[in-house]
């Protein structure tokens, strides 16, 4: 597996090799020995499987507080999708920056999140299928998240505003200014 890094340190782009032959592709997209050497360790609990019919659905910025925090592995299975990663822990020196990726059926990429960072995506095809697994099970007391077009954030998304799905409650989500500090830095302590 090759590991990709990005702006953000804890947040890694995982590229799992692929052998091909006549049956056709076999991928290892997790080998929890391997990415722990890597410094990428998790226990995963809950698979979650997303399928969105209309390119620029938009999903996020969402994150789950302490202290049911998730980390999530992303990947597609069908389509692609504008992946962002948000830092959220207050102290860390990317504090409210964000790193980007592309995901898609074709270039089998995943993208690591680990707790402490907001999450969102945007669909680029028609019936994009996500599949994400997470480090902590869905805990609704604990949802929450950050508005999409904070304009402190400056996230370039692929489509313009006009063009996006997106939930309701998405589009109520608090600024980054307006939200209370839900992680810290772990250096910092």
């Known amino acids: ?18 052998r091909r032959d006549e049956r056709g592709v076999f991928a290892e997209t997790w080998n929890a020995r391997d990415l722990a050497a890597a410094g990428i360790g998790a226990a995963f609990v809950q698979d979650n499987h997303i ?23 992303v990947r597609v299975l069908r389509g692609a999708i504008f992946d962002v990663a948000l830092d959220l822990r207050a102290g860390a020196p990317t504090f409210g920056r964000h790193v980007t990726a592309h995901l898609s059926r074709d270039n089998w990429r995943q993208i690591w999140i680990p707790a402490g960072f907001a999450h969102g995506y945007c669909t680029l095809e028609p019936d994009t299928e996500v599949l994400y697994k997470v480090t902590e099970y869905w805990a609704p007391e604990s949802a929450a998240g950050i508005r999409w077009d904070d304009p402190a954030l400056a996230i370039a998304w692929p489509l313009p505003a006009a ?16 939200l209370p500090p839900f992680f810290a830095d772990e250096r910092a302590r």
């Open 51 to 73: 399928c969105s019919p209309r390119p620029g659905t938009l999903r996020g910025l969402h994150f789950q507080a302490p202290p049911h925090a998730q980390g999530k592995l």
């Open 1 to 18: 597996m090759e590991i990709i890094a990005t702006a953000i340190p804890e947040v890694s782009i995982l590229v799992p090799a692929r």
């Open 163 to 178: 063009a996006l799905t997106i939930a309701a409650a998405d589009r109520a989500w608090p600024s980054l200014a307006d």
